[in-house]
């Protein structure tokens, strides 16, 4: 199975990434946990992304393709399936998630987006903060990364629309029942594979993410 995780901050993504990984014996890929394993180890590439995470801004798109593109061969080596969670977040993201999985022949069966409003992802992940201490949980920073999703990752839904792979679940109820939902209409597009981009939306050639003719 392989499955591209989109949706705001604190709607379950983590949560729900883990439990469909381990349904399907997938890696679950989350490109957050990967950036702040390396901001802990203090790599180089730590280093240089700290100061986005702390500030709840995007990581260079470069940087966030060499790390996706390594991650993903790891993980399907051997025909495997992957969830990759927090990868695409914009445009030239999605356009270059496209072709990464291609050139690895494993593109995404679904994207999976979870629905849930502004105020809800505010208060659970304010509740968070008080666990999990991230750098990033903090209002201000919560709702730049809120904004930021509403901008740039938000429109990038369409684009899986079109090509045939979107689903779309509420994730407001309690995670069990999220999970209660996703799962069964995950394992109904198990046997779909999808490598058709379909026609290239005018956002993608608006923001730079391809150019056309
Ligand atoms: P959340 O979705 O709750 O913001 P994540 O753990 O997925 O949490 O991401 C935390 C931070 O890691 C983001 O705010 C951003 O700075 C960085 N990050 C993660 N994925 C990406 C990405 N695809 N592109 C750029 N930055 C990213």
């Not at 349904?23 to 240089?48: E, K, M, Q, W, Y």
Request: charged share 25%; aromatic share 4%.
């Amino acid at each position: 199975m392989r499955v591209l995780m989109i949706a705001p901050p604190g709607a379950g993504k983590g949560t729900q990434g883990a439990r469909i990984a381990a349904h399907f014996g997938v890696p679950h890929l989350a490109t957050g946990d990967l950036l702040r394993r390396h901001v802990a180890r203090g790599t180089p590439l730590g280093r240089t992304v700290q100061a986005y995470l702390d500030r709840g801004g995007l990581v260079p798109d470069r940087l966030m393709q060499d790390l996706v593109r390594k991650a993903l061969a790891d993980a399907t080596t051997g025909g495997g399936g992957y969830v990759l969670d927090g990868y695409p977040r914009n445009p030239a993201q999605a356009w270059a998630a496209y072709q990464i999985a291609t050139s690895i022949g494993a593109t995404a069966q679904v994207a999976l987006h979870l629905r849930t409003d502004d105020d809800e992802v505010v208060r659970r992940l304010l509740a968070r903060a008080g666990i999990e201490h991230r750098s990033d949980d903090t209002e201000p920073v919560i709702r730049r990364r809120l904004a930021l999703y509403h901008e740039v990752t938000e429109p990038i839904l369409t684009w899986y629309d079109r090509r045939g792979i979107l689903l779309s679940i509420d994730g407001m109820p309690d995670a069990d029942r999220v999970t209660a939902a996703v799962i069964p209409a995950l394992e109904a597009r198990r046997a779909c594979h999808v490598d058709r981009p379909g026609p290239v939306p005018e956002l993608l050639i608006a923001a730079g993410a391809v150019s056309c003719g």
